[in-house]
């Protein structure tokens, strides 16, 4: 792993810090993939509803 | 060997859990919410099953005996209602919590508060649901599927059926959201989609299922809701609304609700069927790719619930020849059932019972359900007793059946005890008669033109009904043995090994019996791994 500017990254040399990253990654998209599956459960949800509103204004 | 001692040995450091009532109520580990979903279930299916023994011993005899019939209509509405979405749906939800984890090689669900929150909804969701029963009026009669313009005579109790069905929604939501977020993220490096259990696989078909298909169900309810209560006519035909369109959204919801409740039975029982055999699976990803299938297929064939209402013929030959297509995967998944067995080295533990009872009544119930998809049969099929014995064949040997093998299967894991054998194969043998005494029977009622959710008949149906309540009660009845043997394997077991059954594959099967608190903290290396996907 190379830090911007060619200056190596030291941290992540070591077994625990690369872990540590790869944790915050894993943080990062466990929260982004379960924002993602409830937003399409709003869709879903919101989605019938104007469905139906949209039926009606016909 | 070596190498699980280490692994149990480094989990031990980790293992500090809350004690007393802090354990449960702020529970964050998936073994506690695991158990607790089951033992949820586990009541659920209780209270729901003394209201079909009440519905079964109304039907004893012709003429009205015990209950008027808005107290028999809001049995069944109750039963259905508890059944799945408390006994059932909670069930699968807690072994999926209690083996997913274990299976992928994660220490944890990837959302642990979030799994605590959609636990602790359902005893507020049940709550609120089942002391509708004392509210002026009764509890809702309409039946599970609330058709308007019924259900919107209900009386107090409609807001608490609509506001429990939101909050179930809610909670399957939320736990179907952290499955897929852990399958997805947690698994441990190398253990790839394609080397996943099917357990997993037909869980994480499942969750997508249920994220795209409880908010419809949602949707339809906050609609009854705003008819009821703001004035709109979504479903009031009065006000320019259309209440069969009521019906083509809740069963969008409920066809792919019948797959939510039997998918993870078919990842049980392909499971236990190779484990007692000693037998790899036969076609594992024939088998993925069928459950795939059908979740897709469970789309579309939603209106073949409603031949009846009137629709176009070619409306009715889409969903007629949508629904007989299910048939084409469903084969698939059967026949590498049966293949695994072939020439296999087959023992009968009561989980390898259960997954068989499995395999020959879950057919039973979809060659009932060819019969129902087509559309001049169905016009005469509809509202009868043949429909009723349909989907008990499907629900009750079909996914009842696939909790008890799992649970059966999982158990002396789960304690580290083997429970009682004996008394288990008992358990089945009673289960496995009286079922089909208590259901096989309503075929015939069905076919008789015996109508369904009526607590009276004419006396020509009278045997047969009999047959079918003392079927009932003896099931019932047998049902206690349930939670004897768990509770009697808790206490008194006599300890098991790592790998309980010798045939077992996977990971779960790498941890000691029981379990340490937190799975895997260290992740499986590659070779524990493939030993376990050996499939």
């Not at chain 1, 190596?8 to 924002?35: K, N």
Request: with cysteine.
């Amino acid at each position: 792993m190379q830090a911007p500017g060619n200056t190596p990254a030291l941290a992540p040399r070591t077994a625990v810090a690369a872990a540590a990253v790869d944790e915050g990654e894993r943080r990062r998209r466990v929260r982004r993939s379960a924002i993602l599956f409830a937003a399409i459960a709003a869709v879903f949800y919101f989605g019938f509803i104007a469905m139906m509103l949209l039926r009606a204004a016909k | 060997m070596a190498e699980h001692q280490a692994h149990a040995a480094a989990h031990d450091d980790h293992d500090h859990k809350p004690h007393g009532w802090r354990r449960w109520v702020y529970a964050t580990n998936h073994k506690d919410i695991g158990t607790m979903y089951l033992i949820f279930a586990c009541t659920m299916f209780f209270i729901g099953g003394g209201a079909a023994m009440l519905i079964r011993l109304e039907l004893l005899q012709p003429g009205l005996q015990y209950f008027d019939p808005q107290f028999f209509n809001s049995l069944t509405t109750m039963h259905a209602l508890i059944m799945i979405f408390g006994a059932i749906m909670p069930a699968w939800t807690g072994l999926a919590n209690w083996m997913v984890p274990m299976q992928v090689g994660a220490p944890d669900m990837a959302l642990p508060r979030l799994n605590n929150f959609s636990f602790w909804i359902l005893p507020f969701a049940f709550t609120l649901l089942i002391s509708s029963f004392f509210v002026p009026g009764g509890a809702p009669a309409g039946g599970w599927t609330m058709y308007p313009p019924l259900v919107l005579q209900t009386g107090a109790s409609f807001p608490m059926l609509i506001f429990s069905v939101h909050l179930m929604g809610a909670s399957s939501i939320l736990g179907a959201i952290n499955v897929v977020v852990t399958i997805m993220n947690m698994r441990a490096p190398g253990m790839t989609l394609l080397r996943m259990p099917l357990f997993v696989w037909t869980w994480l078909i499942t969750a997508y299922l249920l994220i795209a298909v409880m908010p419809v169900l949602a949707g339809a309810v906050t609609m009854l809701l705003t008819d009821h209560f703001f004035g709109t006519t979504f479903f009031t035909a009065a006000g320019g609304g259309d209440p069969v369109m009521f019906q083509h959204i809740f069963w969008f919801f409920g066809h792919p609700e019948v797959y939510i409740l039997i998918l993870p039975a078919f990842g049980i029982v392909s499971e236990i069927i190779p484990t007692f055999s000693r037998k790899p699976l036969f076609g594992y990803e024939t088998m993925v790719y069928a459950v795939a299938s059908i979740a897709f297929l469970s789309f579309i064939v939603w209106a073949h619930h409603m031949f009846t209402v009137g629709m176009p013929l070619a409306a009715q030959l889409f969903f007629m020849l949508s629904t007989m297509l299910i048939a084409v995967p469903t084969g698939v998944k059967v026949f590498n059932w049966t293949a695994t067995m072939w020439k296999g080295s087959l023992s009968f533990e009561p989980p390898m019972l259960f997954a068989l009872a499995f395999l020959f009544l879950f057919t039973i119930g979809g060659f009932s359900g060819l019969m129902l998809a087509m559309v001049p049969a169905d016009y005469q099929y509809q509202d009868t007793y043949f429909v009723v014995a349909h989907f008990h064949y499907v629900l009750v040997p079909g996914a009842i059946f696939g909790i008890m093998a799992g649970v059966y299967y999982w158990l002396p894991k789960w304690t580290g005890k083997m429970y009682d054998l004996k008394l288990a194969t008992v358990h089945f043998w009673l289960s496995a008669i009286f079922v089909n005494v208590l259901f096989f029977p309503q075929h015939f009622l069905g076919l008789a033109g015996m109508p369904r959710r009526i607590p009276d008949y004419a006396v020509q149906f009278t045997d047969w009904n009999v047959v079918s309540s003392i079927g009932g009660f003896v099931f019932g009845l047998s049902q206690l043995m349930f939670p004897y043997i768990i509770i009697k394997c808790i206490r008194a077991g006599k300890p098991v090994g790592n790998r309980a059954w010798e045939g077992a594959h996977g990971l779960e099967w790498e941890l000691p019996s029981p379990p340490p608190y937190h799975s895997w903290t260290t992740p499986p290396s590659d070779a524990v791994i493939a030993r376990g996907a050996a499939h």
